[in-house]
């Protein structure tokens, strides 16, 4: 077996796993709203961005660093295959909606939790660089 738990427990717990309206989203939306932009988040377009500026045509997407890849290791008897596979299937997910949001002209924006929490002004000042080039 892959995992630890069955599919019905699983599933149970994975539900849990909060992927709207995190703190992350809530401090990068509270700074881009205090600099004047008007955002939109629930927004119709593939992907499903975290923060979307239409005006600019932006999609921001904040990510979890173990669930997008960043301190995932891919040796190590910790991950076992299920996790690696869910993990490097989130990372070819993301990949896959950068390429179809640019072919629509979109700016593609991703941050990860560490630099959100670390330093979210930076991170806004990294969206203003992208979208008024």
């Given at each position: 077996?892959?995992?630890?738990?069955?599919?019905?427990?699983?599933?149970?717990?994975?539900?849990?796993?909060?992927?709207?309206?995190?703190?992350?989203?809530?401090?990068?939306?509270?700074?881009?709203?205090?600099k004047g932009f008007r955002l939109r988040?629930?927004?119709?377009?593939?992907?499903?961005?975290?923060?979307?500026?239409?005006?600019?045509?932006?999609?921001?997407?904040?990510?979890?660093?173990?669930?997008?890849?960043?301190?995932?290791?891919?040796?190590?008897?910790?991950?076992?295959?299920?996790?690696?596979?869910?993990?490097?299937?989130?990372?070819?997910?993301?990949?896959?909606?950068?390429?179809?949001?640019?072919?629509?002209?979109?700016?593609?924006?991703?941050?990860?939790?560490?630099?959100?929490?670390?330093?979210?002004?930076?991170?806004?000042?990294?969206?203003?660089?992208?979208?008024?080039?």
């Amino acid at each position: 077996m892959t995992d630890v738990f069955s599919r019905k427990k699983r599933s149970e717990i994975m539900s849990l796993v909060k992927n709207k309206n995190t703190d992350i989203e809530l401090i990068l939306r509270k700074k881009l709203r205090l600099k004047g932009f008007r955002l939109r988040t629930n927004y119709k377009i593939f992907g499903k961005p975290d923060i979307v500026l239409p005006k600019f045509k932006a999609a921001i997407f904040c990510d979890g660093d173990f669930w997008h890849g960043r301190k995932y290791k891919k040796e190590g008897k910790n991950y076992k295959r299920f996790w690696r596979n869910k993990i490097e299937t989130n990372i070819k997910r993301d990949r896959s909606v950068n390429n179809e949001l640019k072919k629509l002209d979109w700016t593609v924006i991703r941050f990860w939790k560490s630099q959100i929490l670390k330093n979210p002004d930076k991170c806004v000042d990294d969206i203003i660089k992208r979208i008024r080039v």
